[in-house]
C-alpha cells in the first residue's frame, strides 16, 4: 500500500505565496508519475499539475504561471509551489502517485486564500 503525506496548507493572503510538500512511503515501487489535484468547496475535483514518467511538468491553465511543481523520483516526493495566489486558488489540495492501473491519494491539505 501506498501512503501519502502531505504538508504546507493554511491561511495566505491575496498576492502571497504557499509551498505544498508531499512524500510517498510504504509499498513504492511502480510508481512513476506524482502530482496535484484541488477541489473547492462545491467544485469538481480538479488536476493542478503533475510530473511526467519521463520528468516534465505538465500545469492546469489555471496556475500556468504562477505555480511551479518539482520533484525527487528516487524518493518519491513531489512540492508544489504556489505564487501569486487569488481568492480562486482557495481549495482542498490533494498529492496523487500513480502507477499502472493505480492511483494514490493523500489526505489533502486546505489552502485558505484571503482577499
Known amino acids: 500500500q501506498v501512503r501519502l503525506v502531505e504538508s504546507g496548507g493554511g491561511l495566505v493572503q491575496a498576492g502571497g505565496s504557499r509551498r505544498l510538500s508531499c512524500a510517498a512511503s510504504g509499498t513504492t515501487a511502480g510508481i512513476n508519475r506524482m502530482g496535484w489535484h484541488r477541489q473547492a468547496l462545491g467544485k469538481q475535483r480538479e488536476l493542478v499539475a503533475f510530473?511526467?514518467?519521463?520528468?516534465?511538468?505538465i500545469y492546469a491553465d489555471s496556475v500556468n504561471g504562477r505555480f511551479t511543481i518539482s520533484g525527487d523520483n528516487a524518493k518519491k516526493t513531489v512540492t508544489l509551489q504556489m505564487n501569486s495566489l487569488n481568492a480562486e486558488d482557495t481549495a482542498v489540495y490533494y498529492c496523487?502517485?500513480?502507477?499502472?492501473?493505480?492511483?494514490?491519494w493523500g489526505q489533502g491539505t486546505q489552502v485558505t486564500v484571503s482577499s
Open positions: 510530473i511526467t514518467s519521463s520528468g516534465g511538468n
Open positions: 496523487n502517485a500513480d502507477r499502472e492501473f493505480q492511483r494514490f
